[in-house]
C-alpha cells in the first residue's frame, strides 16, 4: 500500500553517532536534527510551491472568469470557450485536490510523526549519555519535559516555515505582479505594506522570542515541581507537609503565568497595530482601484480579482503574524531544551577505547586523587591497594570517610582526577563505559526499580534470560513466595505484577530481594555489596546472606556496610578515615591492633556508625 511505504521512508530509530552534541545555536541545533530528513522537507518545499501557485491563480482565474461574464456572448459562450473553461474546471477538479492530497501526505504521512520521534529518540539517547553528577543536579520532570517538548519544536520550526512563509510569500508576489501589470499605483500600496509588515515582523520576533523563551522555562520548571512532588509523595505525606507543596507549585504556577500574561501583552500590541496597518492597505487599494476604473484604465474582473487578492492577504497576515508567534514560541522551547541536551557530555570512552576482558577480577587503585568540584577539599588523595582475584574486601569507616566515592570510581561514575584504576591490568579510563559495567553487579543500600513487572525487574540483569532463570534468581534471593503473592491494580499476578514507579507497591526488603535475584542472574564476575541487607529484618537477611555467600564464590568481592558484623567475615577489611588507608586486615587481626575498626566494633555493639569516627576507648 502506498501510504505505509511513504510511512517508512522515515525511520525514528534509524542509527546514527551517539555520541555527538548537538550544535548549542537555534539555527544549528534544528538543522542537527532535521538534517537526516532533508530530502522530505525539500519535497514538501516544493509541493507547497505547486500548491501555492495553484491556490494564488484562483484569483487571476477570477479575473478572467468575471471578464469573460462582462464581455462574452451569453449565447455562444460555450461554444466560444469552452476550451478555457474547461481547462479551468479541470484545474479546480483534478490539479487543485491532487496537489492538497500531495501536500497533506507529504506533511502528515511522511514527515510529523516520524520527524517528531525521531527527534525525541535522538535527544532522549544523548541525554542519556549524560554522567551521574548531570541528572542529580536538575529535575527528572524538567529534563523529560524538554525532550519530549524539543521534537514538536523543531519539526515545527521547518513545517511551518515552508508551508506558511512560503504562502505568505507566494500571494505578495501574485499581487504585486498583478497590480504592477495593471499600474504601478495600484502596486504601491501592497509594497508599501509588505516593507511595514517585514518592519512589524523585525519589531516583534526579538521579543517574542525572548518572552517565549521565559515561558518556555518556566513551564519546564512548573512540570519539574509537579514531577517532584509526585514522585516523593511519600515523605510529602509523612511529613504532612502539603501545604508546603501547594505552595512551591503554586509559585511555579504563578511565575508561568506572569510570563505567559508578559508574553501575551506583546501578542495583543502587535495584532493591534496589525489591523490598522491592513485596514490601510484595503482602503488604498481600494481607492486605487477606483480611480482607475474611473479612468477606463481597469477591469471589473481586475478590481474584483485585485480587491479579493488584498482581503485574502490581510487574512492569511494576522494567521502568519500568530504562526510566527508560535514559531518563536518553538525557539523558545528549543533554546530552553538546547541549554540542557547541548551539554558535553561529561563523562566519554576514550576514541580508542576497547571492551573489558575479566579473566580474574583483580582490581588495582594506584595513586588515585578525587574530589567533587575544584572548590572542594579533596576526598580521595594518593589512595593505593589491591584487591586479589576472587577475594572479598570490606571497606569500613564512618560516614563521609570517602567508600562511595571508591565505589563510584571503580564504576566510572566520575574519573579520577591523578592516578589510575585497573581491572586485569586494564586501566578503566581505556575501555568503553558499558563493558566496564557490564562486568560489574552492585546490590547498592537505596534500591529503586523500574515501573515495570517485577519478571522484567530481575531480567534487568540479563535480557533475554528464561522465565525459569528468573525464578531461580528469586528464589536464591528469597523472592519468589512473596512474588507469587502480588497482584497489582490492573491484576496482573506474580511475575507479571508492575512494582510501581521506583518500586514504592513493594517493602523495602522486598525491593532489595528483586534487586539481588537481579544481580545474581546477572552473575558478573565483580561483585559491589553498599549495604546490601540493609533493608532487611534478621531473619531474612540471615537467609539471604546463605545466597550471597553463594553468590560470592569465585568473585572478586567489595562490600560496604555500616554493620560491622556483616562483613567481619570476610577476607580482608580495609579501613578508611578521610579518604586514606589507615589500617588493613582481617577482622581478628584489626580488632587485636586495638585501632580505629577496633574502637569502631566496640562501641557500635551491633548498631549502626555515626558521622563522627569515635574517641579511643580507654
Same mark, same amino acid.
Given at each position: 500500500?502506498?501510504?505505509?511505504w511513504?510511512?517508512?521512508?522515515?525511520?525514528?530509530?534509524?542509527?546514527?553517532?551517539?555520541?555527538?552534541?548537538?550544535?548549542?545555536?537555534?539555527?544549528?541545533?534544528?538543522?542537527?536534527?532535521?538534517?537526516?530528513?532533508?530530502?522530505?522537507?525539500?519535497?514538501?518545499?516544493?509541493?507547497?510551491?505547486?500548491?501555492?501557485?495553484?491556490?494564488?491563480? %484562483?484569483?487571476?482565474?477570477?479575473?478572467?472568469?468575471?471578464?469573460l461574464?462582462?464581455?462574452?456572448?451569453?449565447?455562444?459562450?460555450?461554444?466560444?470557450?469552452?476550451?478555457?473553461?474547461?481547462?479551468?474546471?479541470? @484545474?479546480?477538479?483534478?490539479?487543485?485536490?491532487?496537489?492538497?492530497? %500531495?501536500?497533506?501526505?507529504?506533511?502528515?504521512?511522511?514527515?510529523?510523526p516520524?520527524?517528531?520521534?525521531?527527534?525525541?529518540?535522538?535527544t532522549? @539517547?544523548?541525554?542519556?549519555?549524560?554522567?551521574?553528577?548531570?541528572?542529580?543536579?536538575?529535575?527528572a520532570?524538567?529534563?523529560?519535559?524538554?525532550?519530549?517538548?524539543?521534537?514538536?519544536a523543531?519539526?515545527?520550526?521547518?513545517?511551518?516555515?515552508?508551508?506558511?512563509?512560503?504562502?505568505?510569500?507566494?500571494?505578495?508576489?501574485?499581487?504585486?505582479?498583478?497590480?504592477?501589470?495593471?499600474?504601478?499605483?495600484?502596486?504601491?500600496?501592497?509594497?508599501?505594506?509588505?516593507a511595514?509588515?517585514?518592519?512589524?515582523?523585525?519589531?516583534?520576533?526579538?521579543?517574542?522570542?525572548?518572552?517565549?523563551?521565559?515561558?518556555?522555562?518556566?513551564?519546564?520548571?512548573?512540570i519539574?515541581?509537579?514531577?517532584?512532588?509526585?514522585?516523593?509523595?511519600?515523605?510529602?505525606?509523612?511529613?504532612?507537609?502539603?501545604?508546603?507543596?501547594?505552595?512551591?507549585?503554586?509559585?511555579?504556577?504563578?511565575?508561568?503565568?506572569?510570563?505567559? %500574561?508578559?508574553?501575551?501583552?506583546?501578542?495583543?500590541?502587535?495584532?493591534?497595530?496589525?489591523?490598522?496597518?491592513?485596514?490601510?492597505?484595503?482602503?488604498?487599494?481600494?481607492?486605487?482601484?477606483?480611480? @482607475?476604473?474611473?479612468?477606463?484604465?481597469?477591469?471589473?474582473?481586475?478590481a474584483?480579482?485585485g480587491?479579493?487578492?488584498?482581503?485574502?492577504?490581510?487574512?492569511?497576515?494576522?494567521?502568519?503574524m500568530?504562526?510566527?508567534r508560535?514559531?518563536?514560541?518553538?525557539?523558545?522551547?528549543?533554546?530552553?531544551?538546547?541549554?540542557?541536551?547541548?551539554?558535553?557530555?561529561?563523562?566519554?570512552?576514550?576514541?580508542?577505547?576497547?571492551?573489558?576482558?575479566?579473566?580474574?577480577?583483580?582490581?588495582?587503585?594506584?595513586?588515585?586523587?578525587?574530589?567533587?568540584?575544584?572548590?572542594?577539599?579533596?576526598?580521595?588523595?594518593? @589512595?593505593?591497594?589491591?584487591?586479589?582475584?576472587?577475594?572479598?574486601?570490606?571497606?569500613?569507616g564512618?560516614?563521609?570517610?570517602?567508600?562511595?566515592?571508591?565505589?563510584?570510581?571503580?564504576?566510572?561514575?566520575?574519573?579520577?582526577e591523578?592516578?589510575?584504576?585497573?581491572?586485569?591490568?586494564?586501566?578503566?579510563?581505556?575501555?568503553?563505559?558499558?563493558?566496564?559495567?557490564?562486568?560489574?553487579?552492585?546490590?547498592?543500600?537505596?534500591?529503586?526499580?523500574?515501573?515495570?513487572?517485577?519478571?522484567?525487574?530481575?531480567?534487568?540483569?540479563?535480557?533475554?534470560?528464561?522465565?525459569?532463570?528468573?525464578?531461580?534468581?528469586?528464589?536464591?534471593?528469597?523472592?519468589?513466595?512473596?512474588?507469587?503473592?502480588?497482584?497489582?491494580?490492573?491484576?496482573?499476578?506474580?511475575?507479571?505484577?508492575?512494582?510501581?514507579?521506583?518500586?514504592?507497591?513493594?517493602?523495602?526488603?522486598?525491593?532489595?530481594?528483586?534487586?539481588?535475584?537481579?544481580?545474581?542472574?546477572?552473575?558478573?564476575?565483580?561483585?559491589?555489596?553498599?549495604?546490601?541487607?540493609?533493608?532487611?529484618?534478621?531473619?531474612?537477611?540471615?537467609?539471604?546472606?546463605?545466597?550471597?555467600?553463594?553468590?560470592?564464590?569465585?568473585?572478586?568481592?567489595l562490600?560496604?556496610?555500616?554493620?560491622?558484623?556483616?562483613?567481619?567475615?570476610?577476607?580482608?577489611?580495609?579501613?578508611?578515615?578521610?579518604?586514606?588507608?589507615?589500617?588493613e586486615?582481617s577482622h581478628?587481626?584489626?580488632?587485636?591492633?586495638?585501632?580505629?575498626?577496633?574502637?569502631?566494633?566496640?562501641?557500635?555493639?551491633?548498631?549502626?556508625?555515626?558521622?563522627?569516627?569515635?574517641?579511643?576507648?580507654?
Amino acid at each position: 500500500m502506498f501510504l505505509d511505504w511513504l510511512e517508512r521512508r522515515i525511520d525514528p530509530f534509524a542509527p546514527f553517532d551517539e555520541r555527538r552534541g548537538p550544535p548549542k545555536t537555534v539555527l544549528g541545533f534544528a538543522a542537527f536534527y532535521l538534517r537526516p530528513i532533508r530530502g522530505a522537507l525539500l519535497f514538501l518545499f516544493l509541493i507547497a510551491v505547486v500548491a501555492g501557485s495553484i491556490e494564488a491563480s %484562483l484569483y487571476l482565474l477570477m479575473r478572467w472568469f468575471i471578464d469573460l461574464m462582462s464581455t462574452a456572448d451569453r449565447a455562444s459562450l460555450l461554444t466560444d470557450h469552452g476550451l478555457p473553461l474547461g481547462l479551468a474546471a479541470g @484545474l479546480l477538479l483534478v490539479v487543485r485536490p491532487i496537489s492538497i492530497w %500531495l501536500h497533506e501526505i507529504a506533511s502528515n504521512q511522511l514527515i510529523v510523526p516520524q520527524a517528531t520521534n525521531q527527534i525525541r529518540w535522538r535527544t532522549h @539517547l544523548y541525554t542519556l549519555g549524560h554522567s551521574l553528577s548531570y541528572f542529580q543536579a536538575d529535575f527528572a520532570g524538567r529534563l523529560a519535559n524538554r525532550v519530549v517538548q524539543v521534537g514538536p519544536a523543531v519539526r515545527e520550526l521547518a513545517v511551518v516555515f515552508i508551508d506558511t512563509l512560503l504562502y505568505v510569500a507566494i500571494y505578495a508576489i501574485t499581487a504585486i505582479g498583478l497590480f504592477s501589470s495593471i499600474s504601478p499605483w495600484l502596486a504601491l500600496p501592497v509594497i508599501v505594506w509588505v516593507a511595514a509588515y517585514a518592519g512589524l515582523t523585525a519589531w516583534f520576533v526579538p521579543r517574542a522570542r525572548k518572552r517565549s523563551h521565559r515561558t518556555a522555562e518556566t513551564r519546564s520548571t512548573l512540570i519539574g515541581r509537579v514531577v517532584d512532588s509526585y514522585t516523593n509523595i511519600l515523605t510529602v505525606k509523612l511529613f504532612a507537609r502539603d501545604r508546603e507543596e501547594r505552595a512551591a507549585v503554586r509559585d511555579a504556577v504563578s511565575a508561568h503565568n506572569g510570563a505567559y %500574561l508578559h508574553q501575551f501583552r506583546l501578542t495583543t500590541l502587535t495584532t493591534t497595530l496589525l489591523g490598522g496597518l491592513n485596514s490601510l492597505l484595503i482602503l488604498a487599494t481600494a481607492a486605487a482601484c477606483l480611480m @482607475l476604473w474611473q479612468r477606463g484604465a481597469m477591469t471589473t474582473g481586475e478590481a474584483s480579482a485585485g480587491l479579493a487578492l488584498i482581503l485574502r492577504l490581510m487574512a492569511m497576515s494576522g494567521w502568519v503574524m500568530q504562526t510566527v508567534r508560535g514559531v518563536f514560541e518553538n525557539v523558545g522551547v528549543i533554546q530552553e531544551s538546547m541549554q540542557t541536551i547541548a551539554r558535553p557530555h561529561g563523562l566519554v570512552d576514550a576514541p580508542d577505547a576497547g571492551r573489558l576482558a575479566v579473566t580474574g577480577g583483580e582490581i588495582r587503585f594506584e595513586a588515585v586523587d578525587f574530589h567533587y568540584g575544584r572548590g572542594d577539599a579533596s576526598i580521595i588523595e594518593a @589512595l593505593s591497594f589491591r584487591i586479589r582475584p576472587g577475594e572479598k574486601v570490606g571497606l569500613v569507616g564512618v560516614s563521609g570517610a570517602g567508600k562511595s566515592t571508591i565505589v563510584s570510581l571503580l564504576l566510572r561514575l566520575h574519573d579520577v582526577e591523578g592516578g589510575r584504576i585497573l581491572i586485569d591490568g586494564q586501566d578503566i579510563a581505556r575501555v568503553t563505559q558499558d563493558s566496564l559495567r557490564e562486568h560489574i553487579a552492585m546490590v547498592s543500600q537505596d534500591t529503586s526499580l523500574l515501573h515495570r513487572s517485577i519478571g522484567d525487574n530481575i531480567a534487568y540483569g540479563r535480557p533475554g534470560a528464561t522465565p525459569g532463570e528468573i525464578e531461580r534468581a528469586a528464589r536464591l534471593a528469597h523472592a519468589h513466595d512473596f512474588i507469587l503473592d502480588l497482584v497489582d491494580h490492573h491484576g496482573r499476578r506474580g511475575y507479571d505484577a508492575h512494582v510501581g514507579e521506583r518500586g514504592v507497591k513493594l517493602s523495602g526488603g522486598q525491593r532489595q530481594r528483586i534487586a539481588i535475584a537481579r544481580v545474581i542472574l546477572k552473575d558478573a564476575p565483580i561483585l559491589i555489596l553498599d549495604e546490601a541487607t540493609s533493608a532487611l529484618d534478621s531473619q531474612v537477611e540471615a537467609a539471604i546472606q546463605e545466597a550471597l555467600d553463594t553468590l560470592m564464590a569465585d568473585k572478586t568481592v567489595l562490600a560496604i556496610a555500616h554493620r560491622l558484623s556483616t562483613i567481619a567475615a570476610l577476607d580482608r577489611l580495609i579501613v578508611i578515615d578521610g579518604g586514606r588507608i589507615v589500617e588493613e586486615g582481617s577482622h581478628a587481626e584489626l580488632i587485636r591492633r586495638g585501632g580505629l575498626y577496633a574502637d569502631l566494633w566496640r562501641r557500635q555493639s551491633g548498631g549502626f556508625l555515626g558521622d563522627r569516627a569515635p574517641a579511643p576507648v580507654p
